[in-house]
């Protein structure tokens, strides 16, 4: 059984001290101020499919505040954000080996399109028809749009772990066990966690996001423990529970599970961790489920180099690892990681049975959810749904693919959402 790690009033102040500090945090408050354009975006209010996701996408970015507020971050936007824009323009334009009128142009498209340079750049948006922009899934527009038109049970469904994981097991879709939760507070005395987890440990926070305070750790001699996500560094079983109670204090409470590992066929020994499945599937409402994106994404260790990011593009209709046109392009280096992980011409492994594991776990919200994110591990004995994620962004696989989110199997989705809500 899962154990349940808590102390009363310390939990309280301590998770108190942890809403106060989120709420405080400076780099929230870039995020809003750099997500988009406060100005609607051009051409978003024709009749088309992805002008009316365009539109919607951007009133949903600002509907999440109250009217006052509202105000204040518009007017806060419209300073900042042309401001905030300039440095990654310039930056683009140095990549791409062009001087301060390059920037210029790239920003003053940016402008026009209401995207972010980096988007404007890697989605190669022309600067003469700024309504191509609609054709894509901006990254903050989308994430709000698409927690917007999900119902408060899915959302609280997927942003706590713990009781995903309760749901998902009961309803027969593979997920990692649960070792321990350790609240804010506790002391961290996860001894019997570790003992039970012979490939490694990933922690996670209960309801945290964007990958903050995820950490996976495996076992070394001596009952030494050595993280493998992030900059090296390796404990004692003692000193790693304490670094999980001083994550819960800084996070909230911590979700410990046992690292899945790979199928032999994935499984390689200048791989960090196992590779991630990362599927992305849509349901219409009282509708099929659909794979849009499937990409395989891993961390490589090659000899003599950096820890190097890398994605896969796997065929969401045949499971094959396949090579687009946009990933031979030179630029995408450093749009989207690439690094090269030789697989077979043939269907990864469980691939159908991956397919059958996140519908299954994307009906389960039966409460209603445009489209998620599934983390996937493809296991020797077959696919282990890690999370689903709601507030999710596409940019990595609408780069690397160079299928735009309203033309991809999403784009009918959202529109019989959006649908749905204006009827």
Known sequence: MPREISVGPARMTAGLRARLRRVLDPARYRDVLGEGAPWPPAGSRRADRAAQIRHAAWVARRARFGPFLRVLVAVGQAAGWPVMTLRPARILAQRGGRGWSGAFALWR???????TPLEQFAYRVPADRPAEANRWFLHAEFCHLNRALASTAARALCDDKVAFARLAAERGVPVPATLAVVQPGAPGDIGDALAAACDGVVLKPVTAFRAQGLEAWVPREEGRWQRASGAALTLERKALGARVADLATRHGAMLLQPMVPAHPALARADLVLPPVLRMITG?????AVTLAYATLWYSLVP???ERVMGITVIDPGSGRPITTQIQQ??????LAPVAGLDLPDAPL??????????SAA?????????VV???????????VVLEGNIGTSIYYQQTVTGIPGSESALGPVVEAWLHRRGG
């Open 283 to 287: 349901r219409a409402p009282e509708g």
């Open 109 to 115: 498209s940016a402008m026009r399109s209401g995207m």
């Open 329 to 334: 392009e030179s630029h995408l280096d450093w």
């Open 362 to 370: 994307h009906r389960m919200l039966d409460c209603g959810v445009p």
């Open 349 to 358: 492994p469980f691939w159908e049975a991956s397919v059958g594991a996140v």
């Open 373 to 383: 994110a599934w983390d996937v591990v493809i296991s020797p004995s077959g696919p």
């Open 303 to 305: 000899e003599g180099a």
